[in-house]
């Protein structure tokens, strides 16, 4: 029985690899001097990877610096480019020949309202024919009285009102009625209940004695938020015998047309060519206001395609790593 017990142990006896395994301990006590080359390795490897993470910090640093660089270039650059002529010919004048007829019919000291509600980021672009047709009406007599619905153009209204001023134009040539809260409704409370108590002199009694109805034309300074389409949604119906003309940016230009084409509009003044021919126009006549002659200057073509162009560089750096990133992964698509 003891032989059979040990004879069924034999087989399942770990002493061979027992045996196997006590070698090998020694060896892997000695493995540390064989490793360490590769430890050294590391070291190195770890070393190694610091000149390329100076590299990439570098790199960065290159690349933010690139587009203000690049920016003084093309500023330089710019200097250079002689200005670009919007004008198109006769085709453009004849939205100023209507502005000028419109202003032209009004007799010597009769009331224009004008609302200048355009936006500070679009305002540029009509500011050179705002301030011509503003000096037209001082040439032919006008008094004007400004007013404003939307906060950017109340900015705006205080910068003319305060360029009248320092040529001359007194309280009773120029009336500030102020910022009229509420949007449409203020319109509508204007045209309906007049300007109200607040403003003060000769001009202004005036107003307040004959009604909304005194006013011989509206000249509308036009933006996204008040524009030809309120005035003649909310205005004319409340005063049909109220003639309206506008001066916008281009990109109103859709929504306010079919008013002129219907005749709603005696006047508009809507694109980039057609503002700087009335602008050429007014000043053309020598119209003789303030200390001297009108000769605001007009806006440069050069500049504002310089500034397209900029904007454009920024969106493109701005996006730079997503576009890069995203032609990486389509690429890696591709050759998969």
């Known amino acids: 029985?003891?032989?059979?017990?040990?004879?069924?142990?034999?087989?399942?006896?770990?002493?061979?690899?027992?045996?196997?395994?006590?070698?090998?301990?020694?060896?892997?006590?000695?493995?540390?001097?064989?490793?360490?080359?590769?430890?050294?390795?590391?070291?190195?490897?770890?070393?190694?990877?610091?000149?390329?993470?100076?590299?990439?910090?570098?790199?960065?640093?290159?690349?933010?610096?690139?587009?203000?660089?690049?920016?003084?270039?093309l500023l330089a650059i710019a200097s250079f480019v002689p200005g670009i002529a919007f004008t198109g010919g006769g085709s453009e004048d004849g939205p100023g020949r209507d502005l000028e007829a419109a202003i032209g019919r009004l007799q010597t000291g009769a009331p224009v309202l004008v609302d200048i509600d355009g936006d500070?980021?679009?305002?540029?672009?009509?500011?050179?024919?705002t301030r011509a047709a503003l000096a037209d009406l001082m040439v032919k007599g006008a008094n004007v009285a400004i007013v404003s619905f939307s906060g950017e153009g109340r900015?705006?209204?205080?910068?003319?009102?305060?360029?009248?001023?320092?040529?001359?134009?007194?309280?009773?040539?120029?009336?500030?009625?102020?910022?009229?809260?509420?949007?449409?409704?203020?319109?509508?409370?204007?045209?309906?209940?007049?300007?109200?108590?607040?403003?003060?002199?000769?001009?202004?009694?005036?107003?307040?004695?004959?009604?909304?109805?005194?006013?011989?034309?509206?000249?509308?300074?036009?933006?996204?938020?008040?524009?030809?389409?309120?005035?003649?949604?909310q205005v004319q119906p409340r005063v049909p015998g109220l003639p309206i003309a506008a001066i916008t940016p281009s990109f109103l230009l859709p929504e306010v047309l079919p008013y002129r084409s219907s005749g709603q509009l005696v006047a508009l003044v809507g694109t980039l060519p057609s503002n700087l021919a009335y602008g050429k126009q007014v000043a053309a006549r020598g119209a003789a206001f303030g200390p001297g002659t009108f000769a605001e200057r007009s806006p440069n073509g050069a500049a504002i395609v310089f500034g397209m162009l900029v904007a454009i560089a920024v969106l493109l750096a701005s996006s730079g790593g997503s576009l890069a990133g995203w032609g990486r992964a389509a690429w890696r698509r591709f050759r998969s």
């Open 120 to 129: 500070l980021g679009t305002y540029p672009e009509i500011r050179y024919a």
């Open 155 to 233: 900015a705006i209204a205080v910068a003319e009102v305060a360029r009248l001023r320092s040529l001359g134009a007194g309280a009773d040539r120029v009336l500030d009625l102020g910022f009229r809260s509420g949007g449409e409704p203020a319109l509508v409370q204007l045209a309906g209940s007049g300007i109200g108590p607040g403003p003060a002199g000769p001009f202004a009694d005036a107003l307040r004695k004959d009604g909304f109805g005194s006013f011989r034309l509206a000249l509308v300074i036009g933006g996204a938020e008040i524009g030809p389409r309120s005035w003649i949604e």
């Open 1 to 73: 029985m003891t032989d059979s017990r040990d004879q069924g142990a034999r087989p399942g006896s770990p002493e061979p690899t027992g045996g196997a395994e006590q070698p090998e301990a020694p060896a892997t006590e000695a493995t540390p001097p064989e490793d360490a080359p590769e430890a050294s390795e590391a070291a190195g490897g770890e070393e190694g990877e610091r000149p390329s993470r100076r590299r990439r910090r570098l790199g960065a640093g290159v690349s933010a610096g690139i587009p203000p660089v690049a920016l003084v270039v």
